[in-house]
């Protein structure tokens, strides 16, 4: 799966998590969820690719492909946009070739044979698929009517009562699975405001009980409030989704105020939990949807079993749990060790006795075989336990601790277990009396299939050993049974070793091979069965091998050999040059003849590029025998780190240094070519625009773009001097003659005579490039620097312009067409070009160095079109102007003011705006965008004073920066110039952010207060949530009521007493001090922390404190 893909399917989840609006936070009424399916497949989508898709907005249902579509006689609506989903391949068709790599020919096609090949390792691809919505030619949607009550809620009260699941109902509003005792508490049926609600609640609490180690085995072990209580929490719930869709019983979503933060954290930290998390819930679904299907089957059996509880014992713990004080019930004790003991292949019977202490309950325990083991245990009705085996005491405490007293009974069945194979072992060595056949086998192994096995569940299970070696498991209903059916399979294990599978398996080379391990092809679908026969894997290799001493021909898993006629060795991949090309193409990147291996950055044109544009660029380098590249597509935005795939050889110390070597030296000799290919452009420039004359309004592209003042700006002459010439300039009277002098000699630097010319200065007013432009052509100078490069609309001397006006706002725009009539809105004043939206980071950087104290505006190019419009691969294109725009103001505490388009209307900037509507009605937009982006500039000012300050504290209390006494101060300094500056920024950000009468796009003239309410209610939540960031910076270190002796602890590594001794104490009502991350729950429970408001019920995992 690509890494970008993974991003973008967590980018959107953690935008509707944060929204409320993710289809599991939704509630859903029975039946109007209707999960993404394939309509001619007839199969549901599965997993992420489900939620991927419905996440989508579509109200229709269906999804397939461009080709799919076509193949019913519809055709997808052009220009809709495709959506991207993954699916695995565990198998692919292959070209038949013979023993000498021939082609096999099909004699009745005269066409070459393919072969099925099962993949080792399975791989993933993308595909495009479309909605119905966007589909011509379907037939209409058919709705599904719901079904009728009694019948829907029937199915689910199957699927509870096949689950087997232990389920109490109490009164409150808490519902909660707890694993200590293997049961589901939900609330009584009555407090629930519809039947549909109740399931919906159990079904998510069962979800959760499929995580126990006999099921699923998830890991549950997370107390309420934690990162991995909130992952579990995010399986049951996309589970709960996807089981309420399919037993139209609908979706309560409950409570996700604890979960939101830590499902973003753990998606931010890694993209692909989100698909783990949706691949776990459909299992969970999956699982749970098993036991409709299940039948309840009746046995008939010449005796009743003994009871585990009689019905005087249950109705007494029913009363003491009734009365208990909470966390003290017998009953939760008793499910607790009798949840242990079936864990443990056990089973439990409780009843009363009495002894020198008085009356209690007596918990005795039965092996796999019906049994008694010896082991029992003291119950008492405070309900503390004390365990012991054939009469010694095993419990170090007598307490209802639910890690120690398990723990305590899993010892008892340890040692049990343990003397009863040394009775066997003794029984084996025994002599055999004359004429006594000694057996053909040894039985190795006896146990009960748990009820959860995939197949021969709840039969016994045998593993014998033959006298040969060979070995295998039996099932049957009796141990006579399944003993007999695994001398059967054991002695088949050779026949079935000589008998080559039916299907062909492509063996994937060990990566680093142990010359120790004899390696395996097993195919994905069969790596269980070869698991259980003894293969291991190697992770280092990546293969499947037998271990040393695991006899392959007896074992079983000859099968699998390397050798066999049926495995086809994998091919090695693409060359890595061939990898970066197709790499190039996915990109958009249009690559005429062959790449270019040097290092150095080319520019290409891309999809969709018209004239000479060259709007993509690459890299690509074979230092040392690891190849890399670059590939950015400016059009899209898209920016790959390329890197082969495939095995490449495993290096030394000595080569690894060598090489690094080696590409530092040649990044160094790169900086040195480049910067002298910089210095040569900038005297091409200054020489160039020496002899340049003055541009008028009358030039092409002042008149196609309304340019009416080019101050400060010149065009191409006619002719150069010899001196200019001598810098390589050619002036061409054509575009046709252009094109051919640059293709003469690629060194020349070619003008056609009369284009404008733009200047590129850096901060000091150093002229370094020239970009000539046409009303259909825009160019740079090629070998020359732009980043961080800019001009002044409107000014001879840039550096004059800003200085001359410093107190008002910087203004940034992209290309100089925009900047002028930005300027030309805002009466003359100086509007900076940074001439693409890549260069506004850059330029952004130097304003900010030179102008700390100046609010910052970028008028954003808004390409409103782009995402209606699909690339080359079907993806969205990107808005890249306003992207790069918002970016850059967040990060150098800006505001940004976009033009704003209707649906379908042309242009992308101010200058389009002004052309299309006029300089009235564009200046009164640019106003109220310039009100808008004010006062954002003053919440970015103030995220940036609060970074600012915790720099400085960091700078100040970071002990790790005490032996560096100057570097303490430069960042000190560093720190404290940053606040002043930011802090200068937000006091005249405030102060612009209420000038101004501006009016709507309309021409109603609305007053100064209208306007500046209207601004304050759309960011007020922005501005709140700046300032609570800066006060908890503020706010640092400053003493609260949880400071105190334990307040400096965390509460993750106080000592386990410490922590229950606290517990007491807030049950106590005592005063008590806790750590700052102590849960929630305790803190309130103290006092510390506000109760949060009564909700109509919990549900989750009720892992306690």
């Known amino acids: 799966m690509k890494k970008e893909y993974a991003e973008e399917v967590a980018a959107r989840i953690i935008e509707q998590l944060e929204q409320g609006t993710a289809p599991w936070q939704k509630p859903w009424q029975p039946g109007e969820l209707r999960l993404p399916y394939n309509p001619t497949t007839g199969k549901e989508y599965r997993g992420m690719n489900s939620l991927w898709l419905h996440m989508q907005g579509h109200s229709d249902p269906r999804w397939m492909t461009y080709n799919q579509a076509a193949a019913e006689g519809a055709q997808v609506r052009k220009g809709s946009k495709g959506t991207h989903i993954v699916y695995w391949k565990f198998s692919e068709e292959r070209k038949a070739t013979d023993e000498q790599g021939r082609p096999v020919i099909d004699p009745d096609t005269g066409k070459q044979k393919t072969v099925t090949v099962q993949l080792e390792r399975p791989r993933s691809f993308m595909a495009v698929v479309f909605n119905g919505s966007q589909i011509d030619g379907l037939p209409p949607l058919e709705a599904r009517p719901t079904g009728p009550e009694p019948e829907r809620h029937a199915r689910a009260e199957a699927i509870l009562a096949n689950s087997g699941a232990v389920i109490r109902h109490e009164p409150g509003d808490r519902a909660f699975y707890r694993p200590s005792t293997d049961s589901i508490t939900l609330p009584e049926r009555n407090q629930f ?38 992952r579990e929490e995010l399986r049951a719930e996309i589970a709960s989704l996807m089981l309420g869709e399919r037993l139209e019983i609908g979706h309560d979503p409950g409570q996700h105020a604890a979960y939101v933060g830590s499902w973003v954290k753990a998606l931010k930290e890694d993209p692909k939990e ?113 365990t012991e085996y054939n009469g010694t005491r095993l419990s170090q405490f007598i307490s209802n601790d639910d890690e120690s007293q398990p723990a305590t009974l899993r010892v008892a069945i340890q040692q049990h277990e343990a003397a009863k194979q040394a009775r066997q072992a003794e029984q084996q060595s025994a002599p055999y009396t004359p004429g006594q056949e000694p057996p053909a086998y040894t039985v190795q192994s006896r146990r009960v299939v748990p009820e959860n096995a995939a197949n021969h569940a709840g039969q016994n299970a045998v593993y014998v050993q033959l006298d040969d070696g060979r070995r295998a498991w039996g099932f049957g209903a009796t141990d006579e049974a399944a003993e007999q059916s695994a001398v059967e399979r054991a002695q088949r294990v050779g026949l079935d070793a000589d008998r080559a599978p039916t299907r062909t398996v492509l063996h994937e080379q060990p990566e680093k091979p142990m010359q120790s391990r004899t390696y395996l092809a097993v195919p994905y679908a069969e790596k269980n069965e070869a698991k259980a026969l003894g293969a291991k894997w190697d992770k280092e290799a990546k293969s499947w091998y037998a271990p040393e001493g695991v006899d392959v021909t007896t074992s079983g898993l000859a099968r699998w050999s390397v050798d066999k006629a049926n495995v086809v060795t994998a091919s090695e991949p693409k060359p890595a040059i061939e990898q970066f090309k197709d790499a190039l193409k996915d990109a958009g990147l249009q690559l005429k003849g062959e790449v270019i291996t040097d290092g150095k950055m080319q520019r290409v044109p891309v999809e969709g590029d018209r004239g000479g544009a060259t709007s993509g660029a690459y890299a690509y380098h074979e230092a040392g025998r690891t190849p890399g590249g670059f590939i950015q597509n400016y059009k899209t935005g898209e920016v790959v780190h390329w890197k082969p795939e495939g095995k490449t050889p495993e290096l030394s110390a000595a080569d690894r240094a060598r090489q690094a070597a080696e590409a530092a030296e040649q990044r160094k000799a790169r900086d040195a070519a480049r910067l002298s290919e910089h210095g040569a452009t900038a005297a091409a420039a200054q020489a160039l625009w020496n002899e340049a004359p003055a541009a008028t309004a009358d030039n092409a592209y002042c008149k196609a773009k309304g340019i009416a003042n080019p101050v400060g700006l010149r065009v191409v002459p006619d002719s150069v001097s010899p001196e200019a010439a001598a810098h390589g300039i050619k002036i061409a009277k054509t575009a046709k003659e252009a094109k051919a002098l640059r293709e003469a000699d690629p060194a020349n630097r070619v003008f056609k005579a009369g284009d404008l010319l733009i200047p590129g200065t850096d901060g000091e007013g150093k002229l370094w490039t020239l970009q000539s432009v046409n009303p259909y052509f825009k160019s740079f100078m090629k070998g020359g620097r732009k980043a961080g490069l800019y001009t002044v609309a409107g000014a001879d001397d840039p550096r004059k312009a800003l200085a001359q006006d410093g107190d008002s706002p ?76 918002t970016e850059t103001a967040e990060k150098h505490g800006g505001g940004v003011m976009a033009p704003q388009f209707n649906d379908g209307e042309k242009g992308s900037d101010w200058n389009d705006l002004a052309g299309s509507r006029g300089d009235e009605a564009a200046r009164r937009m640019l106003a109220e965008q310039m009100a808008v982006a004010k006062r954002d500039a003053a919440i970015t000012a103030e995220r940036l004073t609060t970074l600012a300050r915790t720099r400085d504290m960091e700078a100040r209390n970071d002990p790790t920066t005490s032996a560096d006494d100057a570097a303490v101060a430069t960042e000190r300094g560093h720190a404290a110039e940053v606040l002043a500056g930011a802090q200068s920024a937000l006091s005249e950000v405030r102060s612009m952010a209420a000038d101004g009468v501006t009016g709507n796009t309309k021409g109603a003239t609305r007053s100064a207060a209208a306007v500046k309410a209207g601004i304050d209610r759309k960011t007020e939540a922005m501005h709140d949530r700046a300032k609570e960031e800066r006060e908890e910076v503020l706010n640092h270190g400053q003493t609260g009521p949880l400071d105190g002796v334990n307040a400096g602890v965390s509460w993750k590594k106080l000592p386990e007493q410490a922590k229950q001794a606290l517990i007491e104490d807030v049950k106590n009502g005592k005063d008590v001090t806790l750590p700052k991350d102590a849960p929630a729950k305790l803190k309130q429970m103290a006092g510390l922390e506000p109760t949060p408001a009564p909700r109509s019920r919990s549900r989750g995992i009720d892992a306690g404190l």
């Open 274 to 386: 989100i698909f783990r998390a949706a691949s776990d819930a459909e299992r969970i679904s999956g699982y749970v949807m098993d036991f409709e299907q299940e039948q309840m089957q009746t046995q008939t059996v010449e005796r009743q079993p003994v009871p585990e509880v009689a019905p005087e014992v249950a109705a007494e713990l029913q009363r003491d749990h009734e009365n208990a004080v909470e966390g003290y019930s017998p009953l939760e004790s008793w499910q607790m060790m009798k949840a242990e003991a079936e864990r443990n292949g056990y089973s439990a019977r409780i009843g009363f006795a009495s002894g020198e202490l008085g009356d209690f309950y007596e918990i005795t325990y039965h092996d796999q075989h019906g049994e008694p083991s010896g082991i029992r245990t003291e119950m008492y009705g405070d309900s503390k336990l004390m």
């Open 810 to 885: 910087l203004v940034l725009a992209e290309g100089y067409a925009t900047a002028d009539t930005v300027s030309r809105l805002l009466g003359g004043k100086p509007v900076i070009v940074a001439f693409d939206s890549g260069n506004l980071d850059a330029v952004a950087t130097e304003l900010r160095e030179r102008h700390p104290s100046r609010p910052l505006l970028i008028a954003a190019d808004n390409d409103h079109n782009a995402p209606k419009e699909l690339d080359a691969n079907g993806k969205p294109k990107v808005n890249v102007g306003l992207v790069k725009a």
């Open 193 to 230: 405001p519809t039947a549909d609600n109740y399931y919906a609640t159990a079904l998510h609490e069962l979800g959760h009980w499929t995580g126990h180690p006999s099921r699923l085995d998830r890991d549950l072990a997370h107390p309420f409030g934690s990162e991995g209580y909130a």
